[in-house]
């Protein structure tokens, strides 16, 4: 897999700025007409349509549709720009990614959506796809070159303010001004989203010929592959960037291509339960279905290579792995494992079913659970012989979605819970030859395994099943866990340290004598110190004000580092010092500072001792002193700006504690691009949620690994491998990793939520298919 990066050796920024901002100030002006070339085609189309009606129902409705439009179309015209505006600001103030997708509709949104709220989803989804197709190729093209003109380092249509959902979002947002019924609107948005795809992709066009009339010119594309190299390919013909086009249906499950019953309402209806009044399967098919299964998996010849053949699938299965595995045959097994689930005459009494269901219920049941498992099971982040091993529980799925077919939308229910616990406990090997992937599978198929030939009849057997691998997995999960909650506890007190410093910080800040003291004391107070006292704070557990009298040293350093004060009391300064310098070295050991980080503060404090043991000049303008350093020289006293509170400083116990990196990245990575952050260079953490796993560069070798705390201020970030092992690092790094290719972030959905929005993406599918 290879990400698209667009290369633009863009027009100088100015130029490229004011041009860009004239397209929308222009396109803006004229969308007056733009709106009104819209309307006057729908009205056309909707005659056409008028006219080819075949029944007098249709004839009277298209011809409503298009009376209101007349009528209509002029406050339509006169509304679209102030729609088209606030659509524009909106989309450069949140700069959202554009998607390719039908809908955002998601699964386990469907039980809480009416059929109105249906209605409308298709209604957009259809309008997005008309669109997708009408702008297909000019799209593309447009995003570089309005990338390049603003002047960005790769393609970013999001930032892209005339993309076309912008337009069809203004489009909308009139419509539904319109004092008109639900069905002449229903009626308009066909016509309208067709007619607006014609007219932005004439729009397009022109506005590319600007762009290039302006010297932004098309550019190469850069891709990353997986090994995070980059290769440079010039633009196609037309200067269209690969991977741009519009999603493809061959992308579809063939399933929901070849049946189209399973549509968005009908989906949501089975969710909710009310498609579940069909009658069981008659006990016989149940004993057909049971017998079938156990004579394909179990019977002489399931398994040929394994002798002698035994009935104990749990028992015989592990073995076969074991053996399998020496003989480098574990494909063999798992592919017959997923042929026999796929005959007619197999486990796949599956097949049987299907031909003769029970009711509509049923029927759409068998299909989503054919969906989810399908989906599951080419899901590429998945390992291969776990993505057999869940096709081997289709029939179990099968048994369960006929006796509880609510199951796919109760993200608790113990059957989705125990996919969910595989597929994301299986994330965490990255190859088969991974530590510990051996005894996952073996845990698998002598736990879980035994579901392929159950009966079932309700979630109790799958309940039984995922507390078994629970307790299988619980030893290596409790080392993982006691090497997570160290690390968290190590991170959590840098950073309520970190807080209560900066709390201190601002508290010395405003003392008077900060700035009749050079820089390198009020930075060392300001940075080092406050750390020592906020330690101190934190770790005394009696409560007194100012435990170990860290603050008391304050006053002290200040005093001592005036030369103009401590020369009229000499006597004081001598027996201060020797305290001085031994509370200010215990309580920079009390955080394991850095001793080399504190050379330059000690030094000038010493010199400024040994100045107030020299007599004052006699002339009133004081004569450098050229045994200070240059730094000393340097920061003439004045009040010190306040240190950024930006991440918290981690001491070393606590680096080691929890794997901190805070490290250059790996010299070898591609250089980044910045694209993590926004436009005005304040760092933001990337999109990552709790879970998510990744593939880390660490120390030259990649490693596997999930995110398992963020910080509350979003300023740290731990992550957990399959082992225990540890890594945490700040924001900055995060964002660095991640641009140079160092980190690759796995798409962050779960597998099995991704699987069910795919049977919802499917259903949508087939609801614009039967509807047109």
Not at 198 to 207: G, I, M, Q
Not at 462 to 471: G, P, Q, S, V
Request: proline residues 8%; contains cysteine; charged residues 20%.
């Amino acid at each position: 897999m290879m990400d698209a990066k667009h290369v633009t050796p863009s027009p100088p920024a100015d130029l490229g700025t004011a041009l860009h901002q004239r397209l929308i100030h222009d396109v803006l002006t004229d969308s007056r007409h733009f709106m009104e070339h819209i309307a006057e085609a729908a009205r056309q189309s909707l005659r056409a349509r008028e006219d080819m009606a075949r029944t007098a129902g249709e004839h009277q409705a298209m011809l409503e549709a298009r009376q209101r439009l007349s009528q209509l179309a002029p406050v339509m015209c006169e509304r679209y720009p102030t729609a088209l505006r606030n659509a524009l600001d909106q989309a450069i103030a949140q700069k959202q990614k554009s998607t390719r997708a039908l809908s955002s509709i998601h699964f386990d949104d469907l039980e809480l959506m009416d059929e109105t709220q249906i209605s409308e989803s298709v209604e957009r989804a259809r309008a997005q796809q008309m669109l997708a197709a009408a702008v297909d190729g000019p799209q593309a093209d447009f995003d570089a070159l309005m990338s390049a003109a603003q002047g960005l380092t790769t393609v970013r249509p999001e930032h892209n303010p005339l993309r076309p959902e912008v337009f069809l979002q203004a489009l909308q947002s009139v419509v539904a001004q319109m004092q008109t019924t639900n069905q002449v609107r229903h009626d308009w948005m066909g016509h309208l989203a067709q007619a607006l795809g014609s007219e932005l992709r004439k729009l397009y066009l022109a506005l590319i010929e600007r762009l290039r009339q302006g010297d932004v010119r098309p550019v190469g594309f850069a891709m990353r592959q997986s090994n995070g190299k980059y290769v440079y390919l010039a633009p196609s013909e037309g200067n269209i960037a690969p991977g741009f086009g519009p999603e493809k249906e061959e992308d579809a499950p063939q399933a929901a291509q070849a049946d189209a019953r399973l549509t968005l309402d009908r989906l949501r209806r089975l969710l909710l339960g009310e498609l579940t009044e069909a009658p069981a399967p008659a006990p016989a098919a149940q004993e057909d279905f049971a017998e079938r299964f156990s004579r394909e998996f179990e019977g002489p010849g399931a398994f040929p290579a394994l002798e002698p053949p035994s009935t104990d699938f749990a028992a015989t299965v592990p073995a076969a792995f074991e053996a399998l595995q020496e003989m480098n045959q574990v494909d063999h097994m798992m592919q017959r494992l997923g042929e026999q689930r796929a005959q007619p005459g197999g486990a796949a009494g599956y097949a049987a079913l299907r031909q003769h269901p029970g009711g509509l219920g049923q029927a759409l049941s068998m299909e989503v659970v054919a969906l989810m498992v399908d989906n599951i099971a080419r899901d590429e982040r998945l390992l291969w012989p776990v993505q057999q091993f869940i096709r081997t529980l289709e029939p179990a799925l099968l048994q369960l979605a006929l006796a509880d077919p609510r199951f796919f939308s109760h993200k608790d229910h113990p059957a989705r819970r125990l996919l969910q616990e595989i597929t994301n406990r299986s994330l965490a090997f990255p190859h088969t030859k991974a530590s510990g992937f051996d005894s996952f599978m073996q845990s698998l198929l002598q736990i879980a395994g035994s579901l392929a030939t159950a009966d079932i009849d309700g979630q109790a057997p799958f309940e039984r099943i995922l507390e078994e691998l629970k307790a299988a997995w619980a030893e290596s999960e409790q080392a993982r866990e006691r090497e997570r909650q160290r690390a968290i506890e190590a991170l959590q007190h840098a950073e309520q340290r970190h807080l209560l410093a900066a709390q201190m910080s601002r508290e010395i800040w405003l003392l008077p004598q900060m700035d009749k003291v050079p820089g390198e004391i009020s930075r060392f107070l300001l940075g080092p110190w406050v750390k020592v006292m906020a330690q101190a704070r934190l770790t005394d557990p009696t409560g007194n004000a100012d435990p170990g009298r860290y603050r008391e040293t304050v006053d002290a350093l200040l005093w001592s580092a005036q030369p103009e004060l401590t020369r009229a009391n000499t006597s004081q300064l001598a027996r201060l010092v020797p305290k001085l310098l031994s509370k200010l070295r215990e309580g920079l050991a009390s955080i394991d500072y850095p001793p080399a980080q504190t050379h330059a503060f000690f030094d000038l404090l010493m010199q400024l001792h040994q100045e107030a043991f020299r007599p004052a000049p006699a002339a009133a303008p004081r004569p450098p002193q050229p045994t200070l350093p240059p730094a000393a020289t340097g920061t003439a006293p004045s009040r010190p700006a306040l240190p950024p509170d930006d991440e918290p400083w981690i001491a070393p116990s606590e680096a080691k504690e929890s794997g901190f990196m805070d490290v250059a990245p790996d010299p070898q990575a591609p250089p980044a691009t910045n694209d993590t952050n926004d436009t005005d260079g304040a760092p933001k953490a990337p999109p990552l949620d709790i879970g998510t796993w990744v593939n880390l560069r660490v120390n030259g070798q990649w490693e596997r690994m999930q995110l398992s705390w963020i910080g509350p201020h979003n300023t740290l970030f731990l992550f957990t491998g399959a082992s225990g092992r540890t890594q945490s690092m700040p924001l900055r790094l995060l964002n660095r990793l991640i641009e140079q290719g160092t980190m690759h972030v796995l798409t962050q959905q779960t597998v099995v939520d991704s699987a069910l929005d795919a049977v919802a993406q499917a259903a949508m599918r087939n609801s614009l298919d039967s509807t047109r």
